[in-house]
């Protein structure tokens, strides 16, 4: 079964604005990762967080996690019609080194 | 970063054929993971691949339907036996590399 649960499903901007999923999970955790699918080819990797982290960035990208709501949030500024893909989290548990649970993952349109 | 690639990159096939999809890997990992991501889902760890060692599947999967050989750190196949439409997806394989998880560019498999 899917560890996380992403929302929303699927988000519409335009250009310029930012955008932000958020992820849910439901297990102890050593890490979570972001990854970007365009039109269902392979996944990209964005950026991982650890468990003793609570934010990160890499260019535009914000991440933050909350350990104490099992909750995580992606956030794209300014984004491009090249980010339109879908976006999933994906958690590595303690007890699991190595595999991952994914999210449901969250389909994002950039219009020009 | 590891880098993966995959063969093939697509396939369609008949009914109750077989399709061995290979995995190489530009460093020497320990593990390997397989990953099945069925059109319009997101992924779901098939199982883990250790030289030296048997696959581990995860529920749901078994090594009659699914096996797995790997021979060396590099590399990895998983076969898809006894095919039903049911089998239709992109299969990923992927590696943990320095915390990371990379993942190969998918097989997009379309079984009739």
């Known amino acids: 079964s899917q560890q996380g649960e992403e929302d929303p499903q699927a988000l519409s901007i335009q250009e310029g604005e930012n955008a932000t999923m958020n992820c849910s999970y439901k297990t102890s955790i050593n890490n979570l990762q972001w990854y970007r699918q365009n039109s269902g080819r392979g996944l990209v990797h964005l950026i991982l967080i650890r468990s003793n982290e609570r934010e990160k960035h890499s260019g535009r990208l914000r991440v933050t996690l909350d350990t104490s709501k099992k909750s995580s949030s992606l956030l794209i500024t300014a984004s491009r019609a090249a980010d339109t893909a879908s976006y999933f989290c994906?958690?590595?548990?303690?007890?699991?080194?190595?595999?991952?649970?994914f999210g449901a993952g969250t389909q994002v349109v950039v219009t020009p | 970063s590891a880098v993966i690639s995959q063969k093939p990159s697509r396939d369609i096939c008949q009914r109750g054929t077989s399709l061995t999809i290979q995995c190489q890997v530009d460093s020497q990992v320990t593990m390997m993971f397989w990953y099945r991501q069925q059109p319009g889902q997101s992924l779901t760890l098939i199982a883990t691949?250790?030289?030296?060692?048997?696959?581990?599947?995860e529920s749901g999967f078994v090594i009659d339907k699914f096996p797995i050989s790997r021979p060396n750190l590099t590399f990895s196949t998983l076969t898809v036996s006894n095919m039903s439409p049911e089998d239709s997806s992109i299969y990923l394989c992927?590696?943990?590399?320095?915390?990371?998880?990379?993942f190969g560019p998918g097989t997009r498999l379309l079984v009739l």
């Open positions: 691949a250790n030289q030296g060692s048997e696959a581990t599947y």
């Open positions: 992927s590696v943990a590399y320095q915390e990371t998880q990379y």
């Open positions: 994906a958690t590595g548990a303690t007890d699991s080194w190595g595999k991952l649970q």
